[in-house]
């Protein structure tokens, strides 16, 4: 099945500063690259996808980018503010397995 | 719409006792999934239907039962608890071609 590597597991940066989170996927079926966003005690909600046909994706401050051939995808925030402090998941979607892989997750603290 | 719905919100357990954790959705989602979120690690996958009369097992099903009889409510039976399903349970629901998942708030459950 999927497997969904992603790093670092912490990340602190100063607000305004640009933050960078990688993942690698190992399924070359997956097709659907969400990334999503949890606060503490909240559910996790999407903030961003890319398709496998697309090399990169914008909105406003968050990008995300995929490399196809090297299997992983990064999530780019600009101008971080402290309100971006929250875990991010990224995970991999496989038509044929028809599931969600998460993976484990950074925890992205914004510095004031 | 009022999304995915997931009841109830706390339970606190004892071991070796059952209980059911509701989820229904109205957006007509013919996946279906239910995960666990241990304290400050990743989702992990237990059940999913791909529609009414449907169900596999996850990553981690042990402990626990599914059923799908309708298109609209997934419920999460546990049996005999055990201090090691004490987590946070999150119900999500997709249209499966798309891969996109809308989460529930999640019901935190204590196993004591």
């Known amino acids: 099945g999927e497997n969904v590597e992603q790093h670092p597991s912490t990340l602190s940066v100063q607000e305004g500063d640009s933050a960078v989170i990688k993942c690698t996927y190992s399924?070359?079926?997956?097709?659907?690259f969400p990334w999503y966003k949890q606060e503490l005690g909240k559910r996790p909600q999407l903030i961003i996808d890319?398709?496998?046909?697309?090399g990169e994706k914008k909105d406003q401050r968050i990008a995300v980018t995929l490399n196809k051939t090297a299997k992983h995808f990064s999530l780019h925030i600009t101008e971080t503010q402290p309100e971006d402090s929250a875990v991010y998941f990224c995970?991999?979607?496989?038509?044929?397995?028809?599931?969600?892989?998460f993976g484990s997750g950074t925890q992205l603290t914004v510095l004031p | 719409n009022a999304g995915v719905t997931q009841t109830p919100k706390f339970r606190i357990l004892k071991i070796g006792q059952s209980m059911t954790l509701q989820c229904t959705q109205d957006?007509?989602?013919?996946?279906m999934y239910w995960y666990r979120q241990d304290p400050g690690m990743g989702l992990k996958l237990i059940y999913y239907?791909?529609?009414?009369?449907?169900?596999d097992k996850g990553e981690v099903p042990n402990g626990y039962n599914v059923s799908r009889s309708t298109t609209e409510d997934f419920p999460l039976r546990l049996e005999l608890a055990a201090p090691s399903q004490t987590s946070v349970y999150f119900c999500?629901?997709?249209?499966?071609?798309?891969?996109?998942?809308?989460f529930g708030e999640g019901s935190r459950l204590t196993v004591l």
């Open positions: 995970a991999g979607w496989s038509g044929s397995a028809r599931q969600l892989t």
């Open positions: 399924d070359s079926a997956s097709n659907y």
């Open positions: 890319i398709r496998s046909n697309v």
């Open positions: 957006m007509n989602h013919n996946y």
């Open positions: 239907s791909v529609g009414a009369g449907i169900t």
């Open positions: 999500a629901g997709g249209q499966g071609n798309t891969g996109e998942l809308f």
